[in-house]
């Protein structure tokens, strides 16, 4: 009988016909159908691995105890994934645009810190860089808890997408709005002085999550934008003054 001495092994034998991490155009495509078209694509790579996994342990190929228990351990892993990806997207299609709840505000130096906490939970350490060191201001918005879940949904999403060890977040106060830019010095460079470009959510390998966490800051009266050539970079804007719509 076959045996995998490693976790490489296992990956390697169920995963070589992955999914690309292209999603499939939408152009023209509602929400919805864009939605349904990224669950697709993104269910297919664990989708995968699950069936793999199982298909070697029907056929017991595995032979060594360790091997087939990191075969279950990754079916599991795999299927909680699924599982992930199937809530985000009933959450994506029964919130509204709305962000219904009581209006709060947070000082920028305290969300900063939540923000912090928050992406390296979500496996993206990033590093905050205020400038000036020493910032002022609050944003205000309805369910605010929400609203900066998102924003770190957002960050650590752009920064699993680059490998550029420089990335960081330059967080600065410029009309009425709280503004993070992440990317390396360049990148952040243009995103502050370069017309926006419009950041695509819809994008493979981050299920419904992204485009939700997107839906959510806009409505709460924010903006977000990327820049040219600016591969795992972005721009958020929350207000500092005005009330959420």
Known sequence: MARLASTEG?????????????????????EIEKALNLLIHDVRAPLS??????????????????????AIAQTMEALGRIGRLCEDAATFVAD????????????????????????????????FVPEPATLSGSVRAMSLDRVVQSVAVILAAVRRSTRNP????????????????LGC???RAALASQPP?????WRGGHGIALPLACRIVTAAGGRIWTCANGRGAVGIALPEEASAP
């Open 166 to 181: 420089s990335v960081r977040v330059s967080v600065h106060e410029e009309a009425k709005e709280a503004r993070f830019l």
């Open 185 to 187: 010095d360049d990148d």
């Open 197 to 201: 470009e419009t950041f695509d959510p």
């Open 10 to 30: 296992l990956r390697t034998s169920v995963t070589g016909n992955e999914a690309s991490t292209r999603v499939p155009a939408t152009h023209g495509a509602g």
């Open 49 to 70: 691995v699950a069936q793999g996994y199982l298909r070697l342990l029907h056929q017991n190929k595995l032979e060594a105890e360790p091997d087939r228990q990191k």
């Open 96 to 127: 509204p645009v709305s962000n219904d709840g009581p209006v709060s505000t947070l000082q920028v130096s305290t969300l900063i810190e939540q923000l912090t906490k928050d992406c390296a939970e979500r496996g993206s350490p990033l590093v």
